[in-house]
Structure formats: structure tokens, C-alpha cells
């Protein structure tokens, strides 16, 4: 069994930053990219950046410039750091992991609300 477990949401102003953490444990095979989906109210959950285990990362439109992805394959873990956040960036957002035999783990999800 595969745990991934969030960090790092939080209540901020318009402007501000944050650096999400997704840490993965247990029986990881091998992973093939991990990456940082978003739903917010009402809305349908969207993939908002990923990154292979070598590196190549992929943005959504609406976060190119103001997010990076990064992943320390020793540790497990992924991280989000957003800045310039914007009200419509409000949203849970959640980790995923998918391994080499494409198998998909989610995490539990942390909020993140940006206020105007």
C-alpha cells in the first residue's frame, strides 16, 4: 500500500505564496511521474502541474510563471511552490503518484484558500 500525505495549504492574501509538500511512503515501486491536481467548489478537478521522475515538468495555462514543480526522488516527495496566488486559485488540491506500472495513488487533499 501506497500513503501520500499533504502539507503546506493554508489561508493567504491575493499576492502571496505557498509551497505545497506531498510525501509518498510504503510499498513504492518505482515512480513514473507524480503530480498536483485542483478542484475547486463546484468545479470539476484539474491537473494543474506534474513532473517525471527525470525531471519534465508539464503546467496548466492559467499557473505557467507562477508555480513550479519539483520532486526529490530520495525522499519521495513533491513539492508546489505558487506564487502570486489569486482568488481563483482557491481550490483543495490534492498529490498523485503513478508508478511504472501505472498504477495511481491520490492524497487525502489540503486547502488552499486565497483571499482577495
Known amino acids: 500500500q501506497v500513503q501520500l500525505v499533504e502539507s503546506g495549504g493554508g489561508l493567504v492574501q491575493a499576492g502571496e505564496s505557498l509551497r505545497l509538500s506531498c510525501t509518498a511512503s510504503?510499498?513504492?515501486?518505482?515512480?513514473?511521474?507524480m503530480a498536483w491536481y485542483r478542484q475547486a467548489p463546484g468545479k470539476q478537478r484539474e491537473l494543474v502541474a506534474s513532473?517525471?521522475?527525470?525531471?519534465?515538468?508539464y503546467y496548466v495555462d492559467s499557473v505557467k510563471g507562477r508555480v513550479t514543480i519539483s520532486l526529490d526522488n530520495a525522499k519521495n516527495t513533491v513539492y508546489l511552490e505558487m506564487n502570486s496566488l489569486k482568488p481563483e486559485d482557491t481550490a483543495v488540491f490534492y498529490c498523485?503518484?503513478?508508478?511504472?506500472?501505472?498504477?495511481?495513488?491520490w492524497g487525502q487533499g489540503t486547502q488552499v484558500t486565497v483571499s482577495s
Open positions: 513532473i517525471t521522475s527525470s525531471g519534465r515538468t
Open positions: 498523485n503518484l503513478a508508478d511504472t506500472l501505472s498504477r495511481i495513488y
Open positions: 510504503g510499498s513504492i515501486l518505482s515512480i513514473n511521474h
